[in-house]
């Protein structure tokens, strides 16, 4: 017995297309958002592709463990040192978020 198709074969374009999906070697799809007044560069990230790392969420103060589906948000005119890993959730919940994080003192800064 042969697998399910989930879509017809001569299915034409709907939603995104392969070049819409600039994935490159993370497994996820980017995109351009606003917030704060700046543009900024999105990329979600597959759970696959984070295998052995472990980030900091800036949005929630915790840690993304490895193997965690996430956000990488950066602003458009920075580099690479400008990246910051969130938790979805975290990254959607930006606007309503407030900066009341607090660290101990002797807490890592990721």
Not at 40 to 64: E, F, M, N, T
Not at 75 to 85: E, T, Y
């Amino acid at each position: 017995m042969s697998p399910r198709r989930n879509r017809p074969k001569g299915a034409g374009s709907s939603g995104r297309s392969a070049g819409d999906d600039r994935s490159g070697r993370y497994g996820g799809w980017q995109s351009t958002e606003n917030w704060q007044g700046e543009e900024w560069s999105v990329r979600h990230v597959a759970g696959s592709s984070a295998q052995g790392k472990a980030y900091r969420c800036p949005g929630c103060d915790q840690l993304i463990p490895d193997g965690v589906p996430h956000v990488v948000a950066w602003p458009a005119h920075a580099g690479a040192d400008d990246r910051r890993h969130w938790h979805k959730a975290c990254w959607n919940a930006k606007d309503r978020r407030t900066t009341r994080v607090q660290r101990s003192r002797n807490a890592p800064r990721f």
